[in-house]
């Protein structure tokens, strides 16, 4: 069974530094992975996705994140972390067992930007 | 253009009533999803569906029941609320396997 383990519950950075923000998955095969964003009191949204295409995937907002097959990892950085980057950040891989694509989710990670 | 509506935004029941949480979608997407999101355990999926009138069990269904009579809804029943049923619940929508989920805004419940 494919699962994902976000390896820190909070993150806080200082605006203008880099932001990391890590993940490790379980599957099978080879899985589809994505990483969504949650703003307070807001639905989820995509940034990007891995779908065994090239293995550094650009996302929106200037995030992206690395495909590393053997360390099993899908870290997700941002260069220069802005105020508006603070929210939850979920990593997601698919699930195809069973005919339908469940995403199995990690945990979260929030993440603050001080100024 | 609405995507994923989901209605209501907040409600408080008390254990034992039952209600329905809805979920519209205008994107002509064959696959519905409902999720429960609890704090630090991410979001699990209740129950699914694939298309009108095949509807199957997810990650954490009981106490849950779906239908899907059209492309266009889902809704989500609680039988009998319980006080374990308090979460914020998502209702997904995408097009097939592998590809995007857009969720909706969110219901937060609270069973009292």
């Known amino acids: 069974a494919q699962s994902v383990t976000q390896l820190d519950s909070h993150v806080s950075v200082s605006e203008g530094t880099p932001v990391l923000l890590r993940c490790n998955y379980s599957?099978?095969?080879?899985?589809?992975l994505f990483w969504y964003v949650q703003h307070p009191n807001k639905g989820l949204q995509l940034l990007l996705k891995?779908?065994?295409?090239?293995?550094l995937v650009k996302g929106i907002n200037g995030f992206e994140a690395e495909f590393k097959k053997s360390e099993t990892s899908f870290h997700l950085t941002k260069p220069s972390a802005h105020m508006s980057d603070a929210a939850e950040y979920f990593c997601?891989?698919?699930?195809?067992?069973?005919?339908?694509?469940?995403?199995?989710f990690g945990a979260g990670t929030r993440l603050a930007v001080h100024p | 253009n609405a995507g994923v509506t989901q209605t209501p935004k907040f409600q408080v029941l008390k254990t034992g009533q039952s209600m329905t949480l809805q979920c519209a979608q205008d994107?002509?997407?064959?696959?519905m999803s409902w999720y429960r999101q609890d704090p630090g355990m991410g979001l699990r999926l209740i129950h699914y569906?694939?298309?009108?009138?095949?509807?199957d069990q997810g990650e954490v269904p009981n106490g849950y029941n779906v239908s899907r009579s059209t492309t266009e809804d889902f809704p989500l029943r609680l039988l009998s609320a319980a006080p374990s049923q308090t979460s914020v619940y998502f209702c997904?929508?995408?097009?097939?396997?592998?590809?995007?989920?857009?969720f909706g805004q969110g219901t937060r419940l609270t069973v009292v």
């Open positions: 994107m002509n997407h064959e696959y």
């Open positions: 569906s694939v298309g009108a009138g095949i509807t």
């Open positions: 997601v891989v698919s699930d195809f067992s069973g005919g339908y694509n469940k995403l199995i």
């Open positions: 997904a929508v995408n097009r097939g396997q592998d590809t995007e989920a857009f």
């Open positions: 599957s099978s095969y080879s899985p589809s």
């Open positions: 891995y779908t065994s295409a090239a293995t």
